[in-house]
Nanobody, 118 residues
Framework: QVQLVESGGGLVLPGGSLRLSCAAS????????MGWYRQAPGKQRDLVAA???????TYTDSVKGRFTISRDNSKNMVYLQMNILKPEDTAVYYC????????????WGQGTQVTVSS
């Protein structure tokens, strides 16, 4: 019943931009903090950005000033605008939903590939 479906990944040149989207269904969207995580080959899955229902945001240092997370509670959508992309941003990006404040429920999407290469 719970679904998180990512889209918007692809191949982009260094310095380019992509906008990732995550469509959520099957749960009460406003009760969840939403996040984007990424996992590069041989590395752990790490938080990129997160946003609570009240629109407070958190970013990992390496993307501050380049990435922006946002959510539309009327559409059950979360976005990640990625600018000035670098090869180091290459990874599979995953949408995450975490119940607040308890974190008892934690859901993941299937992921979307982002490749930054010349």
């Amino acid at each position: 019943q719970v679904q998180l479906v990512e889209s918007g990944g692809g191949l982009v040149l260094p310095g380019g931009s992509l906008r990732l989207s995550c469509a959520a269904s099957g749960f009460t969207f406003n009760d969840y903090a939403m996040g984007w995580y990424r996992q590069a080959p041989g590395k752990q899955r790490d938080l990129v950005a997160a946003i609570k229902g009240g629109n407070t945001t958190t970013y990992t240092d390496s993307v501050k000033g380049r990435f922006t997370i946002s959510r539309d509670n009327s559409k059950n959508m979360v976005y990640l605008q990625m600018n000035i992309l670098k090869p180091e941003d290459t990874a599979v990006y995953y949408c995450n939903a975490r119940r607040v404040p308890t974190s008892i429920y934690n859901y993941w999407g299937q992921g979307t590939q982002v490749t930054v290469s010349s």
